[in-house]
């Protein structure tokens, strides 16, 4: 009897998402499906998008970010939502990997409530954005501003964030052809890069 295969285990995960796969459930029976979309959204570093909201935001909110302090919060938080592909299961998958240093987060704060968050795995100079979510006026755009400017921190190159919508469009996020991706992910995996807490200029307020 051959042993089961577990697709959600880390070994298969870095091995997938270095090679331009990531798994989302079935919405229906559960099982793990694989996806290299076509187009692929992603953000070159120095193209992120500040808009005049968000610049305000960034100078009069108050809020205040920090890095890897609430992960499993945010996990929970991006998962709920009425639809989402946040199982059980991939809750479990993404903590492991957490512990293992491969996922990471950004918490947005104010007044010592959790009001956004942005979370993924990371690989060399590669970050794959997986979920982000906000409870007050552009505190998951704060975020995904923070993250970005500690992965040119890091030296990191490429911020993917899979399937482009209108949001991430505003923001400065670029759809790229498989082909492209794979270029792409292939040349920022030779990085030898770490994301880390230095890399962070504001555990104060923005």
Same mark, same amino acid.
């Given at each position: 009897?051959?042993?089961?295969?577990?697709?959600?285990?880390?070994?298969?995960? &870095?091995? !997938?998402?270095?090679?331009?796969?990531?798994?989302?459930?079935?919405?229906?029976?559960?099982?793990?499906?694989?996806? $290299?979309?076509?187009?692929? !959204?992603?953000? @070159?570093?120095?193209?992120?998008?500040?808009?005049? +909201?968000?610049?305000? +935001?960034?100078? =009069?909110?108050?809020?205040?970010?920090?890095?890897?302090?609430?992960?499993?919060?945010?996990?929970? =938080?991006?998962?709920? /939502? $009425?639809?989402?592909?946040?199982?059980? $299961?991939?809750?479990?998958?993404?903590? #492991?990997?957490?512990s293992l240093?491969?996922?990471?987060?950004?918490?947005?704060?104010?007044?010592?409530?959790?009001?956004?968050?942005?979370?993924?795995?990371?690989?060399?100079?590669? @970050?794959?954005? &997986?979920?982000m979510?906000?409870?007050?006026?552009?505190?998951? #755009?704060?975020?995904?501003?923070?993250?970005?400017?500690?992965?040119?921190? !890091? /030296?990191?190159?490429?911020?993917?964030?899979?399937f482009?919508?209108?949001?991430?469009?505003?923001?400065?996020?670029?759809?790229?052809? #498989? $082909?492209?991706?794979?270029?792409?992910? &292939?040349?920022?995996?030779?990085?030898?890069?770490?994301l880390?807490?230095?890399?962070?200029?504001?555990?104060?307020?923005?």
């Amino acid at each position: 009897m051959q042993p089961s295969f577990d697709p959600l285990d880390p070994v298969v995960i &870095e091995y !997938a998402y270095r090679r331009g796969f990531f798994p989302m459930p079935h919405p229906e029976s559960g099982e793990v499906l694989w996806y $290299d979309p076509d187009p692929r !959204a992603v953000f @070159f570093l120095d193209k992120f998008h500040i808009s005049r +909201s968000l610049q305000k +935001s960034l100078r =009069k909110k108050g809020y205040t970010c920090t890095f890897d302090t609430a992960f499993e919060k945010v996990v929970n =938080k991006c998962a709920d /939502r $009425d639809e989402t592909w946040i199982n059980a $299961d991939f809750v479990q998958m993404y903590l #492991k990997m957490f512990s293992l240093g491969k996922a990471h987060s950004v918490e947005v704060w104010s007044e010592g409530e959790l009001v956004g968050g942005v979370f993924g795995l990371c690989f060399g100079g590669v @970050f794959n954005g &997986e979920s982000m979510f906000s409870t007050a006026d552009d505190a998951s #755009k704060v975020a995904l501003f923070h993250l970005v400017e500690a992965m040119k921190n !890091a /030296r990191m190159h490429l911020l993917e964030v899979q399937f482009m919508t209108p949001h991430l469009a505003s923001l400065g996020a670029v759809g790229v052809s #498989k $082909d492209q991706y794979h270029a792409l992910l &292939e040349k920022a995996l030779l990085t030898n890069a770490q994301l880390e807490a230095h890399h962070f200029k504001s555990k104060v307020k923005s």
